[in-house]
């Protein structure tokens, strides 16, 4: 049996699940888990799949699901992914930063490219050498919990220290760290009245060009820190997962 495991029933959860309902994944049973139980089941209530709530990380490794999505925070990830690992159990990790102090060398360890694209070209610019990526995250105010009416700057500086500032809105620029080297990413965050989509632009010199990149992604309706495309993005790389697996007739 396919089983896909879901940890954090929030913003991108929700949306991987409502994938799983509508068929784009296709799996035989969700197992959820969520700190607060009541957000799993509000969720359960709305599928009309197989779903198992559970109300542990370890009743969820006894199910033996064949992929976990960690879609709850930096903490969860560090908390549980050495057991997950050990049961040789693939992970797809969506709070990305975590990673940034960890030495993950494991290829049952899966991050989407998240709310942007481009890692590809990103990747094989690294390997010829890439001297600068700069990223410019501009946001809604509601976005970042601030209430500034006109155009602030938040941040601008290491792609680390926003990572650690800004743990579940930049995990963006901890992709990007993982992907070329964490000390040539710059950060710029800007709080921005006007804009009412995560806008993230990204510039690389690299030892043959030059690259420009932009994003413009609508923010989930209940998480205005979450692009949907971040949850899409798991989606797609869930399906590739997913496909090495025979699924029950």
Avoid at 4 to 31: K, M, N, P, W
Avoid at 84 to 110: E, F, P, R, T
């Amino acid at each position: 049996m396919r089983k896909v495991g879901i940890i954090g029933c929030g913003a991108i959860g929700t949306i991987i699940a409502g994938a799983v309902e509508r068929e784009i994944v296709q799996c035989d049973e969700l197992i959820l888990y969520d700190q607060r139980m009541e957000k799993a089941g509000k969720l359960k209530k709305s599928l009309h799949v197989l779903v198992t709530i559970v109300r542990n990380f370890e009743e969820m490794i006894k199910l033996k699901p064949t992929v976990i999505v960690e879609a709850a925070s930096q903490q969860a990830v560090k908390d549980y992914m050495d057991r997950i690992l050990k049961k040789n159990i693939d992970l797809i990790v969506m709070s990305v930063g975590a990673l940034l102090d960890l030495d993950v060398k494991n290829k049952k360890v899966h991050i989407p490219s998240g709310a942007i694209g481009g890692l590809d070209a990103i990747s094989s610019a690294k390997l010829a050498g890439v001297d600068e990526v700069v990223l410019t995250t501009r946001k809604n105010p509601r976005a970042l919990n601030m209430s500034n009416s006109e155009e602030k700057p938040v941040y601008e500086g290491t792609a680390k220290e926003a990572i650690r500032l800004f743990p579940r809105e930049m995990n963006v620029a901890a992709t990007l760290a993982l992907t070329t080297e964490p000390e040539k990413v710059k950060v710029e965050i800007i709080s921005d009245p006007k804009v009412h989509r995560n806008i993230h632009e990204i510039k690389i010199k690299w030892k043959l060009g030059e690259m420009l990149l932009k994003f413009a992604n609508d923010a989930h309706p209940e998480n205005p820190k979450t692009s949907a495309l971040a949850a899409w993005s798991a989606i797609k790389l869930l399906n590739e997962i997913l496909a090495k697996y025979e699924i029950s007739p």
